[in-house]
């Protein structure tokens, strides 16, 4: 009997032992999970600045969220670190920094115009006075060849010199040298020996005569009409020859000192894309234009096809001799961020994690699809070259130093006159139409948006800016929006023409945070916008209407800043 109740006793010591231990450990593991549960946020791999206390779907995207990344230790201030799921949805590429031998395709990209060869330009102009009978010019555009007809004049001046003539031929014998000065002047007048001989042979005065052309060419202008009265040496047609034209491009100051005349130049064009046409650099202009602060460039291209029109945009390519190659730091143009006077780009701090840190750099000369860096990077340095607008959305997340920030960067802003505000609001509202009708899928009415922003802009007068720094910030403004809004001019479809919006609008954005315009602007972003780069426009109201997606995706994207300096 005393056997079994030690064994009773032993049994119920044993139970609560068990109860005191394991009860103790499994509380602790649920409340250690309900703090997990608790302290677990949830993101959208795709949309970052999305942060929701449970999972489910993005509200934006419709995907699923994922666990978000808890804080890193160890990291700078500056320093952050990307999961590497989104990393690989984003597809995050980078590139480790080498020299100009290896990652620069070593050219300049220029942007330029076809206008008419002005050396072999011509006037044609009426030798005597008179009035018009009869044009035989119809239209501008009309072709006209050496010696053709060009119109019939009766001229009081041309019936009195014919008199004089018949008059003079009759005292010939006794007075050669009255004869002679008077057959001069009707050479002076463009008459011909066989004209004069007619005249003398028929003894008939002639009341209307004959203007021919002394030289081929199309009618770019008609000066005169029928029944008009002409006065000697009065131009009558302006002539263009069109058998050669000048390709003229637009090189930004710091940009001279890489171009020289007989530079070799190859010139393309949205009209004829699978043709490559070469030339030299024939002229350098001397003069700087001061509004612009670019030098035009000039090069000669042959026509006998009629290819080239006049006003047609071009496209010029020169290889760049660069001296000191291993001394250059070359990186692509799509691992830069800009604002403003800002260039930025994100480095990754370590090579085996996604520890990323934003950089200010110091930009030099563009080659080709890249740029130069004067300051700010290193050989060695591995940036960010794709998905880095989502790297800078996870660095604002996160309360890092990135671009869209605005508390952490922003574009340096002016005290302008409101003269100067006033044209600046015009070239905004021309901005919204052109985004208005993007968002409408409208190809057409977006080229016409693209021009009216072109014409706003060129009205802007930048005497306006008394400030230095500031004029200087407005001409390197100017400069972009003009190639930004050219390049959108000159897109096939509309997919191109919201990629050349994006680059627009990034520079548009820091114009009006510079200057300012006459009323409240949101600036909005959408992160899937340009392949899942992302990508920022300007609205007047704070609705959400994509002009990347237009109808496919017309409410993706969020207010990123309310922009007010009224």
Not at 181 to 199: C, D, G, Y
Not at 459 to 473: F, G, R, T
């Given at each position: 009997?005393?056997?079994?109740?030690?064994?009773?006793?032993?049994?119920?010591?044993?139970?609560?032992?068990?109860?005191?231990?394991?009860?103790?450990?499994?509380?602790?593991?649920?409340?250690?999970?309900?703090?997990?549960?608790?302290?677990?946020?949830?993101?959208?791999?795709?949309?970052?600045?999305?942060?929701?206390?449970?999972?489910?779907?993005?509200?934006?995207?419709?995907?699923?969220?994922?666990?978000?990344?808890?804080?890193?230790?160890?990291?700078?201030?500056?320093?952050?670190?990307?999961?590497?799921?989104?990393?690989?949805?984003?597809?995050?590429?980078?590139?480790?920094?080498?020299?100009?031998?290896?990652?620069?395709?070593?050219?300049?990209q220029l942007s330029g115009k076809i206008t008419e060869n002005e050396e072999v330009n011509a006037v044609l102009?009426?030798?005597?006075?008179?009035?018009?009978?009869?044009?035989?010019?119809?239209?501008?555009?009309?072709?006209?060849?050496?010696?053709?007809?060009?119109?019939?004049?009766?001229?009081?001046?041309?019936?009195?010199?014919?008199?004089?003539?018949?008059?003079?031929?009759?005292?010939?014998?006794?007075?050669?040298?009255?004869?002679?000065?008077?057959?001069?002047?009707?050479?002076?007048?463009?008459?011909?020996?066989?004209?004069?001989?007619?005249?003398?042979?028929?003894?008939?005065?002639?009341?209307?005569?004959?203007?021919?052309?002394?030289?081929?060419?199309?009618?770019?202008?008609?000066?005169?009409?029928?029944?008009?009265?002409?006065?000697?040496?009065?131009?009558?047609?302006?002539?263009?020859?069109?058998?050669?034209?000048?390709?003229?491009?637009?090189?930004?100051?710091?940009?001279?000192?890489?171009?020289?005349?007989?530079?070799?130049?190859?010139?393309?064009?949205?009209?004829?894309?699978?043709?490559?046409?070469?030339?030299?650099?024939?002229?350098?202009?001397?003069?700087?234009?001061?509004?612009?602060?670019?030098?035009?460039?000039?090069?000669?291209?042959?026509?006998?096809?009629?290819?080239?029109?006049?006003?047609?945009?071009?496209?010029?390519?020169?290889?760049?001799?660069?001296?000191?190659?291993?001394?250059?730091?070359?990186?692509?143009?799509?691992?830069?961020?800009?604002?403003?006077?800002?260039?930025?780009?994100?480095?990754?701090?370590?090579?085996?994690?996604?520890?990323?840190?934003?950089?200010?750099?110091?930009?030099?000369?563009?080659?080709?699809?890249?740029?130069?860096?004067?300051?700010?990077?290193?050989?060695?340095?591995?940036?960010?070259?794709?998905?880095?607008?989502?790297?800078?959305?996870?660095?604002?997340?996160?309360?890092?130093?990135?671009?869209?920030?605005?508390?952490?960067?922003?574009?340096?802003?002016?005290?302008?006159?409101?003269?100067?505000?006033?044209?600046?609001?015009?070239?905004?509202?021309?901005?919204?139409?052109?985004?208005?009708?993007?968002?409408?899928?409208?190809?057409?009415?977006?080229?016409?948006?693209?021009?009216?922003?072109?014409?706003?802009?060129?009205?802007?007068?930048?005497?306006?800016?008394?400030?230095?720094?500031?004029?200087?910030?407005?001409?390197?403004?100017?400069?972009?929006?003009?190639?930004?809004?050219?390049?959108?001019?000159?897109?096939?479809?509309?997919?191109?023409?919201?990629?050349?919006?994006?680059?627009?609008?990034?520079?548009?954005?820091?114009?009006?945070?510079?200057?300012?315009?006459?009323?409240?602007?949101?600036?909005?972003?959408?992160?899937?916008?340009?392949?899942?780069?992302?990508?920022?426009?300007?609205?007047?109201?704070?609705?959400?209407?994509?002009?990347?997606?237009?109808?496919?995706?017309?409410?993706?994207?969020?207010?990123?800043?309310?922009?007010?300096?009224?």
């Amino acid at each position: 009997m005393k056997k079994y109740i030690i064994y009773i006793i032993i049994l119920m010591i044993g139970l609560i032992l068990g109860k005191v231990l394991f009860g103790y450990s499994a509380e602790t593991n649920h409340k250690h999970n309900n703090e997990v549960s608790i302290s677990q946020k949830w993101t959208c791999s795709m949309h970052p600045q999305i942060m929701q206390p449970e999972a489910g779907d993005c509200p934006i995207c419709g995907m699923d969220l994922i666990p978000a990344e808890a804080g890193a230790d160890g990291l700078s201030t500056n320093q952050f670190k990307l999961t590497k799921n989104a990393m690989a949805i984003a597809n995050v590429q980078t590139t480790i920094i080498g020299n100009t031998s290896q990652n620069s395709d070593n050219t300049i990209q220029l942007s330029g115009k076809i206008t008419e060869n002005e050396e072999v330009n011509a006037v044609l102009v009426s030798y005597f006075s008179g009035r018009i009978e009869r044009l035989h010019v119809n239209f501008t555009g009309e072709n006209i060849k050496k010696g053709q007809l060009l119109a019939t004049i009766y001229s009081p001046e041309l019936v009195k010199a014919q008199q004089e003539l018949l008059t003079t031929f009759a005292l010939k014998e006794t007075q050669p040298e009255l004869h002679k000065a008077v057959r001069n002047k009707l050479k002076l007048w463009k008459l011909s020996e066989n004209q004069i001989n007619q005249i003398l042979k028929t003894k008939k005065i002639r009341e209307n005569f004959p203007i021919y052309a002394n030289t081929s060419g199309t009618v770019s202008k008609k000066l005169v009409e029928q029944g008009d009265y002409v006065k000697q040496g009065q131009p009558l047609l302006k002539l263009i020859n069109l058998k050669t034209v000048w390709a003229n491009f637009d090189v930004y100051e710091n940009q001279i000192s890489n171009f020289k005349v007989g530079q070799p130049i190859t010139i393309t064009t949205n009209s004829y894309p699978n043709e490559v046409f070469t030339s030299k650099i024939s002229f350098i202009d001397p003069v700087l234009n001061p509004q612009t602060r670019t030098v035009t460039i000039r090069a000669i291209l042959t026509n006998k096809k009629k290819l080239f029109k006049p006003e047609m945009f071009v496209l010029g390519k020169i290889d760049k001799e660069l001296k000191n190659l291993k001394k250059k730091i070359i990186i692509p143009a799509s691992a830069i961020l800009w604002t403003g006077k800002r260039s930025i780009v994100y480095i990754k701090s370590d090579t085996n994690n996604p520890v990323f840190e934003m950089k200010e750099i110091v930009l030099g000369e563009k080659l080709g699809e890249n740029y130069e860096v004067k300051t700010g990077l290193q050989l060695g340095d591995e940036i960010v070259t794709n998905g880095v607008f989502t790297i800078d959305a996870s660095a604002q997340l996160q309360g890092k130093k990135s671009m869209m920030n605005h508390q952490k960067m922003i574009s340096e802003q002016f005290d302008v006159n409101e003269k100067f505000t006033s044209q600046l609001q015009k070239v905004y509202n021309t901005y919204i139409n052109l985004k208005d009708n993007l968002v409408k899928t409208d190809f057409n009415l977006s080229k016409k948006s693209a021009l009216n922003f072109q014409k706003a802009l060129k009205e802007i007068d930048a005497k306006l800016l008394v400030n230095n720094n500031a004029h200087k910030q407005w001409i390197m403004f100017f400069n972009t929006l003009k190639l930004s809004s050219n390049a959108i001019l000159n897109s096939k479809n509309i997919k191109e023409q919201r990629k050349h919006f994006k680059e627009l609008s990034e520079h548009f954005i820091s114009t009006v945070q510079s200057f300012g315009i006459n009323e409240i602007s949101y600036k909005q972003y959408c992160p899937m916008a340009d392949n899942d780069k992302g990508a920022f426009w300007l609205s007047k109201e704070k609705q959400i209407l994509n002009p990347y997606f237009g109808d496919m995706m017309l409410k993706c994207g969020e207010v990123k800043q309310i922009i007010n300096n009224k």
